[in-house]
């Protein structure tokens, strides 16, 4: 599935998001939101590989270029708020998908909205990431950017120096890396702020959870899992064989082929 156009959408606090949008806009398809350290144009493999709906549209969160900023008041509530606009928009949307810190934003949101089916890949939820807001802040202060992204991926994610070393020689992945790291403390503390309800997407008819196979059981991403897991009971849950919390990197079109089949289930 080809790009078609991208949209900028106004939302609250004088902010606004843009979406990437796949096929044909004004057909029944697939929302995804990507979580922290992302935006819509690494999603775009994924969204490529995606043909079970006639439509996909990609929400380039705020906080990330083109879209607006985060603003003074940010918080999950405007997360979901602004996912709101963007279903307004498209409301004839039959799938939400997120990823991470966006899974979450997708199963709080339907809590609040009847939809037909959410999808969520490796969600993460308070705790997560807490014992890293010091050093995250101290970063921030000093728009010390290289220090975030060695914060993210040692302290948060658990990934070796080497692995460090090895983002850091690619220039280009690494000035991404760097880019993507300017609203992270305001997301990680947002992530954090208070507890999600007792249960999530209760509004959903179908609630789909993926975990990545080499995440099972392990910290960070699967113990979050296994805790989010828990406040969406009526959840089946699906494996995503050899991969970990960076699927839609490492392999899109393996992500896509496993969405495509979760929507004819």
């Given at each position: 599935m080809e790009q078609t156009i991208q949209k900028r959408l106004p939302v609250g606090g004088d902010s606004w998001v843009t979406v990437d949008v796949y096929g044909e806009p004004d057909t029944p398809g697939l929302v995804v939101v990507p979580g922290v350290m992302s935006d819509a144009h690494t999603w775009r493999h994924v969204a490529g590989s995606v043909d079970a709906w006639p439509s996909v549209v990609v929400v380039n969160r705020r906080g990330r270029a083109p879209s607006g900023a985060l603003t003074n008041s940010y918080s999950l509530r405007t997360e979901i708020e602004d996912l709101g606009v963007v279903l307004d928009e498209f409301d004839s949307a039959r799938t939400l998908f997120g990823w991470s810190y966006g899974g979450l934003i997708t199963l709080l949101?339907?809590?609040?909205?009847?939809?037909?089916?959410?999808?969520?890949?490796?969600?993460?939820?308070?705790?997560?990431?807490?014992?890293?807001?010091?050093?995250?802040?101290?970063?921030?202060?000093?728009?010390?950017?290289?220090?975030?992204?060695?914060?993210?991926?040692?302290?948060?994610?658990?990934?070796?120096?080497?692995?460090?070393?090895?983002?850091?020689?690619?220039?280009?992945?690494?000035?991404?890396?760097?880019?993507?790291?300017?609203?992270?403390?305001?997301?990680?503390?947002?992530?954090?702020?208070?507890?999600?309800?007792?249960?999530?997407?209760?509004?959903?008819?179908?609630?789909?959870?993926?975990?990545?196979?080499?995440?099972?059981?392990?910290?960070?991403?699967?113990t979050s899992f296994d805790h989010v897991r828990q406040h969406v009971v009526h959840a089946e849950v699906h494996e995503l064989p050899g991969q970990g919390h960076l699927a839609h990197i490492q392999a899109p079109a393996e992500l896509g082929h496993l969405l495509n089949n979760l929507a004819a289930i």
């Amino acid at each position: 599935m080809e790009q078609t156009i991208q949209k900028r959408l106004p939302v609250g606090g004088d902010s606004w998001v843009t979406v990437d949008v796949y096929g044909e806009p004004d057909t029944p398809g697939l929302v995804v939101v990507p979580g922290v350290m992302s935006d819509a144009h690494t999603w775009r493999h994924v969204a490529g590989s995606v043909d079970a709906w006639p439509s996909v549209v990609v929400v380039n969160r705020r906080g990330r270029a083109p879209s607006g900023a985060l603003t003074n008041s940010y918080s999950l509530r405007t997360e979901i708020e602004d996912l709101g606009v963007v279903l307004d928009e498209f409301d004839s949307a039959r799938t939400l998908f997120g990823w991470s810190y966006g899974g979450l934003i997708t199963l709080l949101a339907a809590n609040e909205r009847p939809i037909p089916q959410v999808i969520a890949y490796e969600p993460v939820m308070r705790p997560f990431g807490r014992h890293a807001l010091p050093d995250l802040k101290v970063a921030e202060g000093t728009a010390d950017w290289d220090r975030c992204v060695e914060i993210v991926n040692r302290q948060i994610s658990g990934f070796s120096a080497a692995h460090v070393d090895g983002l850091r020689a690619d220039p280009h992945s690494w000035a991404t890396l760097r880019r993507l790291s300017g609203p992270l403390y305001a997301e990680l503390s947002a992530l954090n702020a208070e507890p999600p309800p007792d249960l999530m997407a209760q509004q959903a008819e179908q609630a789909d959870l993926i975990i990545g196979q080499r995440n099972r059981g392990t910290a960070p991403y699967g113990t979050s899992f296994d805790h989010v897991r828990q406040h969406v009971v009526h959840a089946e849950v699906h494996e995503l064989p050899g991969q970990g919390h960076l699927a839609h990197i490492q392999a899109p079109a393996e992500l896509g082929h496993l969405l495509n089949n979760l929507a004819a289930i």
